[in-house]
DNA sequence: TATTTTTGTTCAATCGATTGAACAAATATA
DNA sequence: TATATTTGTTCAATCGATTGAACAAAAATA
């Protein structure tokens, strides 16, 4: 309750005897101002504690300086490293970003983009809930101006800049090694076919099965949410089923939990008797006993190739080509997958 | 890129032959409008596709209706619960919320609270990191004439609005069960001293012991960060002692699970060796084998409690008594402390 | 009919910072 | 000395919405 009075520059001017655009020109050095005005205003500023009005800047230059990301949940080790990159790049560069989450819900996705499009952002970079198969809400996102930017989630006919891995090659990755441990009957817990990064894991995976000469069943292809319940639901499927896989491929680290507690409660030996892989790299992953085999997908140079993807477009709002930057996966071989290290 | 021109009051004026400040005020139900213009003037704006310019509005009102909430991390299944209960509340109030994360640090969290002053926001939800024992930065906001409400992690002596659970008779809860249980030699692996929360719970560990005549070891309060591998390292500390406890009650439930992991690594059976309560209610505890006891936080209602806060004091700013709203915590008995569920 | 009240709208200032144009003073050039 | 150039500052409009005061027209009252 002490300085509630918070100073502007027509203050800072008073004090000068100057005028308020003086000062502004001052603060935001301005060829014409002479250096010994600037120093005094600076000085001054600093005396009287003042902070230059947001709101006002932000509606005469028309933007904002801030950009909201959407993701699809906050309580996943990936998107919240990659949000923390994108707020490094972007608080170097003068914004600040809103984070909001979807839930992966896509009534809750098209509200956000709303809420951001009101407070009027400069820029969304996002990553698509599970559910979001109508692309109306990003096309509206671009009408209106406003810069897009996808990550890992995205569609190509959106036609915007996108940052994520060779999805297609991660499930090489994985199939690759499996083979190389002896493994010969992979399934795959999969997400849904109808988003592309999952689609092109199911591709991969499929390709990979033929490239080595494997057969490939129809019905250890098993597509769902990837979440914990789903990865215990679809490994018991598997489990009684006649015929066991000898290696279980799940395109998410949570879904792979589920399947290892499962296989645990069952006495089935991982990897001896089936093997398992992951996907993402989450943190838990190497905590489990035996820790989990995944894909790392460098949450952290995502979220600064989307951020500079973003302040690049924003620099050069002319630029009609769009960046599609393709991340190469790494697989990080862990207990649930080698005997080695068993 | 189709329209986008982005239409103001003053294309709805124009179409309608009206002044803008007509227009603002049929928009905003002004008293002296007749329902004719306010009718046409409403469907003038949605054939425009109008949305009123945030900004301006925001700065001529003087404020932004945005939000602030600080956590230590959005990571964890209680803040970003807590964080999705504020979210809903505000924005059926017309509020939009900026989440940022301070990862514990006090300097990450310093920055936050500029960059929350500097874009304005209305009032700032905050739990405290870790590191924090300054409050400079808490009262800035205060002085500003921000509003400041705390939950979870919070000091009195800031004196503002609170919400949160009794600590204190948390730990009473913890340590009547680990008794009913037949533990006798309870360790606590703490949360810091200095933090008003872990020191309440471990003030309640102590006077619940003593209640119950049991002998207080001060080799068996170990203060920490409550990290995963904190929780690990000081396990295996407390196995490495001549005398082992027969119970640990931590402070937190990924140190919870860190502890969990050296005890089935060692062998011990847990619960009937050595019993184990955690603390938060993370989705995993229910997920581990074996599953792990814990407090309830009520997340959900500290969310909810904490946005009203902002709101009564929004809507009554002269309002002079703070409130402080402690909810009851409660225990959930799982199998990592009950040889009954075992 | 004259006067007051009510109603519907416009006028003009405002929020705080920004910016091109205008202007005056100082300095340089012819 | 007269003119051109440079320099430092002020003027005034602007971003878009809001709001109290002012005003004119319509309706109600005396």
Redo the contacts between chains.
Sequence with gaps: ????K?STIKDIAAVLGLTPSAVSKALNDHPRISDKTKKAVKEAAIQLDY??????S??RKGK?N?VGVIIP?????FF?SV??NIEKVL?LNGY?I????S?ELYAKECQEID?L????VDGIIASMANETTDLEYYQKI????TELVLFDRGEEELNVDYVGIDDYKSSHLVVDHLVSQGCKRIAHIAGFNHIRIYKERIRGYKDALEKWNLALKYNWIIESNLR?EDGRRIMQQLLDAPEWPDAVYVAGDIAA?GAL?VL??NNIKVPEEIALIGFSDEP?TS?T?PSISTINQHSDQIGKLAAEAFLERINNPKKKTVNRIILQPELIIRQSSSKLLK
Tied chains: 1, 2.
């Design positions: 309750m002490e300085n509630k918070k902070q230059p009005n947001y709101l006002s932000a509606l904002s801030l949940r906050v309580n996943s080790h919240s949000v923390e608080n600040n809103i984070m909001t989450q839930n809420t499009l009101k407070i009027q671009k009408s209106k101006g914990i939990l507690q645990l409660e838990f905590l006993q």
